[in-house]
């Protein structure tokens, strides 16, 4: 008002889009008042994540790669099933990019540890957390080794409740976290509703048979398909990136 009255243009409302991108995890916990979650898939053209075998190092580019390990370096937690913990033995550092390392969340209803883990052998920074419905062997777990549990309620089915493992993440002081599971727990999420935001990197390959990226979510018609309410795309190396904000009230 000061600067019409004194004969200056003014303009509001500039790039309010690319703005709420940019703070998308803030107005989200704001709405939401639970932590931020983002979904990461890196998969194939034809939907893969992996080939029957179960291979699926390298799926994405290096140039993705490194954006992922920056996603999380700007999140407080990265998540991941026990699938992904037993197979893959990941790191989840930001090793790629510059930025502190998150939380690291390993979610199962029934947690076995294999005989050699990453996040359990090397949790020096104490930022390895067990989220489980059940009382997990401290033995297998190197006699806790710092590690922070989290005894999470079991849904019907007997798996993890989502909910009540977000309300942990958030009474915990973890804001955001990033979902880099496979199949199961990314279909998890989305069948909860309970994604903020979806990063898909997909690379130019074709694998044929081999792991969906996402299970059956249910949806047997087109016009109850996830839609975006924002969405945008960038190349990243070779492989093409889809970031999307989805709909859930649609």
Known sequence: R?????????????MSQEAARLNDVYFGIVDNQRSYVTLKIAQSLD???????????????????????AL????????????T????????????AKGKNPYRIIVSANLKAPKRSFL????????????T??????????????????????????????????????????????VEGGAQIATSFLNEKLVDKIII???????????DTIGDLGINKISKAIVFRDFYRFRSGVDEVFVGYPNWSK
């Open 120 to 131: 359990i052998d090397h949790n020096k920074d104490h930022k390895t957390i067990l989220a």
């Open 201 to 211: 990197i997909t690379a130019p390959m074709v694998l044929g048979k081999g792991v």
């Open 2 to 14: 000061v600067l019409r009255k004194a004969g200056i243009n003014v303009s509001n409302g500039l």
């Open 72 to 83: 999380r370096s700007e999140s407080d937690a990265v998540l991941i099933g026990s699938g």
């Open 133 to 178: 419905s059940s009382n997990p062997d401290h033995k297998s777990f190197r006699n806790g080794n710092g590690l922070t549990y989290w005894n999470v309620t079991a849904n019907s089915d007997n798996r993890i409740d989502l909910k009540d493992l977000l309300a942990k993440a958030w009474e915990f002081g973890i804001k955001s976290i990033l």
């Open 85 to 96: 913990f037993k197979k893959d033995n990941p790191k989840l550092t930001t090793r790629m």
């Open 47 to 69: 939907g893969r994540i992996a080939t029957l075998s179960g291979d699926s190092k390298w799926i994405s580019s290096e140039e993705s790669r490194k954006f992922v390990h």
